[in-house]
């Protein structure tokens, strides 16, 4: 059984950073792509950013060069680095698995809350 396991959210003034982490288990083969969605109410999950074992990335538009994201591939843990917080960055982040590159992510985690005051 695939788990997905997310921390550190939290809550941060604007121009501030935060680093969320997410443990995967399982069966790895799920675990080609790691990365992160993520949903604010009302609006449908985007792609913040996504990691190949290979370690090609590719981030959401609404990024701008502001979130990075890692992964440590011995023991399926994937990082997203949060520098330049606005408000707008405000939502519920989702840890994601895919095993294909560019499509519908096939897992995902129960979500951590980043909350950026002005």
């Known amino acids: 059984q695939v788990q997905l396991v997310e921390s550190g959210g939290g809550s941060v003034q604007s121009g501030g950073s935060l680093r969320l982490s997410c443990a995967a288990s399982g069966s790895d083969h799920t675990f080609h792509v790691l990365g992160w969605y993520r949903q604010t109410p009302g609006k449908q999950r985007e792609l913040v950013g996504e990691i190949t074992r290979g370690g090609r990335t590719r981030y959401g538009d609404s990024v701008n060069g502001r979130f990075t994201v890692s992964r440590d591939n011995a023991n399926n843990t994937v990082w997203l680095q949060l520098n330049s917080l606005k408000a707008e960055d405000t939502a519920v982040y989702y840890c994601?698995?895919?095993?294909?590159?560019?499509?519908?992510?096939?897992?995902w985690g129960q979500g951590t809350q980043v909350t950026v005051s002005s």
């Open positions: 994601i698995a895919s095993s294909i590159y560019g499509t519908i992510p096939d897992r």
